[in-house]
């Protein structure tokens, strides 16, 4: 396993919905190469067959760097390829059915959008971390409830797993993120939209080193 998930923290790079899977392979080996902590394959347009060889091209490559590769909602393609683990939207299935079927030792996560109560249910249903947001603006999910800052803090007060903020993130918004009390930080745009998706995943992984410094 390349990450412990109590060990989840820095830059979650989310890929967009890219149906060139060489496009797509070259833009997570920057932000690899810039220090992402965790990739999750999201694409929610393609085909079942585009899905299965992009999500097998980039468990390839998260390996090299050992680094976890999460799939997004599709827990048979995450058994189907052996993936580090499973992402589940509020629809996307029973988080207790979806740990019986990974086992003990793949990464689990939950999407609780602005709702303290889920993330708990989904901890003790056995998640390994839960995802909070939209906490700003998005253009991937425009319609997207929006969370308080104070969620997070709370958040960390009240779950014991690590706890990461998604939607409308960018590098100036980011650090308010990280000190209302964000392991992780779950992007889109800001990365792989970027004009250098390594120098914006290294500008975010910074963040998280600025954040160990002054502990």
């Known amino acids: 396993m390349p990450a ?10 989310v890929t967009p919905d890219e149906p060139d899977t060489r496009v797509l392979a070259a833009k997570v080996g920057a932000a690899l190469a810039g220090g992402a902590k965790l990739v999750q394959y999201r694409n929610k347009t393609a085909a079942a067959a585009l899905r299965a060889e992009q999500a097998a091209t980039l468990q390839n490559l998260c390996r090299r760097h050992r680094v976890p590769l999460i799939i997004n909602d599709h827990l048979e393609l995450a ?13 996307d299935g029973s988080i207790a059915a979806a740990r019986t079927r990974l086992g003990p030792h793949k990464i689990l996560g939950a999407s609780c959008y602005n709702v303290l109560d889920k993330a708990l249910r989904a901890w003790r249903e056995g998640a390994d ?56 930080l779950g992007v889109i745009s800001a990365v792989f939209a970027a004009p250098d998706v390594g120098a914006a995943a290294k ?13």
Request: hydrophobic share 50%.
């Open 79 to 91: 058994l189907e390829i052996g993936a580090d683990g499973l992402h589940l939207g509020g629809d």
């Open 129 to 184: 971390y839960v995802a909070f947001g939209s906490f700003f603006a998005s253009e991937v999910k425009p319609g997207a409830v929006r969370a308080p800052l104070g969620l997070l803090t709370e958040a960390k007060r009240s779950v014991p797993i690590p706890v990461i903020a998604i939607g409308g993130i960018t590098l100036e918004n980011a650090p308010q993120l990280i000190t209302a009390g964000a392991d992780a």
């Open 4 to 13: 412990a998930p109590n060990h989840i923290a820095g830059l979650y790079a």
């Open 203 to 215: 500008q975010f992984s910074r963040l998280f080193f600025h954040k160990a410094a002054t502990r």
